[in-house]
T-cell receptor
Framework: EAGVAQSPRYKIIEKRQSVAFWCNPI?????LYWYQQILGQGPKLLIQ????????DSQLPKDRFSAERLKGVDSTLKIQPAKLEDSAVYLC??????????????FGPGTRLTVT | DQQVKQNSPSLSVQEGRISILNCDYT??????FLWYKKYPAEGPTFLIS?????DKNEDGRFTVFLNKSAKHLSLHIVPSQPGDSAVYFC???????????FGTGTLLAVQP
């Protein structure tokens, strides 16, 4: 079974530039998550999709971050414009569904973003 | 407000000995707890979980203990192996948040 795929793996941009990350979840997984992991901290949920609908985006800085999951499969996360404090690893995860049995999330390798 | 806390940033253990990683939480509404392991340049991988209706769950060398009254859980690895060297994250689910809340992680180093 293929895991969660993410690209690019690394990205360096200057502040005020824009950047986009892509995620392909495990086949059949209805729920997709984007996390931000700042160095020395645990992953923090940015947005959660159930199929192609947003379940939770309460911690997404909507003035600069946006995400979509067209057709309920792949997803993209965009930052525009980037700030220095956005430097982090962006992790995508997926799970079978939204029920208790789906607490176990499967993570991709992440995209390490450096904003200079 | 850090609802899930891992107060030990790092732990070093000799191969063959027991590793004990600790985690404390503040939200009594959490009802499911998980441990994830993370190697460098990889995403976290699920390791073991426990429901709040239990106080122990075991899977091979890994055992998780839950003390609800103390709002504390621990992960025991016996015997520890060099391949266990990684960052271990505790995570909790439940209550009003309806999402996984992660701790800050503990870096485990198992010395050969």
């Amino acid at each position: 079974e293929a895991g969660v795929a993410q690209s690019p793996r690394y990205k360096i941009i200057e502040k005020r530039q824009s950047v986009a990350f892509w995620c392909n979840p495990i086949s059949g997984h209805a729920t997709l998550y984007w996390y931000q992991q700042i160095l020395g901290q645990g992953p923090k949920l940015l947005i959660q999709f159930q199929n192609n609908g947003v379940v939770d985006d309460s911690q997404l800085p909507k003035d600069r971050f946006s995400a979509e999951r067209l057709k309920g499969v792949d997803s993209t996360l965009k930052i525009q414009p980037a700030k220095l404090e956005d430097s982090a690893v962006y992790l995508c995860a997926s799970s079978l569904g939204f029920q208790a049995s789906s607490y176990e999330q499967y993570f991709g390798p992440g995209t390490r973003l450096t904003v200079t | 407000d850090q609802q899930v806390k891992q107060n030990s940033p790092s732990l070093s253990v000799q191969e063959g000995r027991i590793s004990i990683l600790n985690c404390d939480y503040t939200n009594s509404m959490f009802d499911y707890f998980l441990w994830y392991k993370k190697y460098p340049a990889e995403g976290p991988t699920f390791l073991i979980s426990i429901s709040s209706i239990k106080d122990k769950n075991e899977d091979g060398r890994f055992t998780v203990f839950l003390n609800k009254s103390a709002k504390h859980l621990s992960l025991h690895i016996v015997p520890s192996q060099p391949g266990d060297s990684a960052v271990y994250f505790c995570a909790a689910y439940g209550g009003a948040t309806n999402k996984l809340i992660f701790g800050t992680g503990t870096l485990l180093a198992v010395q050969p």
